[in-house]
């Protein structure tokens, strides 16, 4: 038995991106995710992850219209992919092989912050699969 499975909820970077490969939408977008933790000195740090997410059809119309600084929840598979990257070094170019992890997103739960949830009365939105 295998599970490629990963949910994650955080904060948008920037707005989604929207794109369209032959008829089908594409949405890609940044989410950043924070871990914190006490050191040895008592005090606290936090590290923050960014993970590029990618919807694809009526999920990427959705998506799409995510604005930075939206929180939401994903969920999806994670996936890789590798490319041919073009680097310079002086007058030299040449090309070396490029990995990039991705979450395939099956589903978007856009949430509320605390603020807003005084003022809004319809608090999720929620896309089906």
Known sequence: M???????????GSDAEKKVSN???????????QTSWKNDAGTWESRTE??????????AAFAGNLAKGAHVAVEGELRSHEYQREVAVGD???????????????????????????????SH????R
């Open 2 to 12: 295998y599970l490629n499975r990963i949910t994650l909820i955080g904060f948008l």
């Open 23 to 33: 008829t089908t939408n594409i949405a890609v977008f940044s989410l950043a995710t």
């Open 50 to 59: 960014w993970h590029r997410c990618v919807a694809f059809g009526k999920l």
């Open 92 to 122: 030299r170019r040449t090309s070396i092989q490029q990995r990039v992890w991705e979450i395939r997103v099956d589903s978007v739960l856009k949430l509320d912050r605390a603020a807003k949830r005084e003022s809004s009365a319809d």
């Open 125 to 128: 939105e929620e896309v089906p």
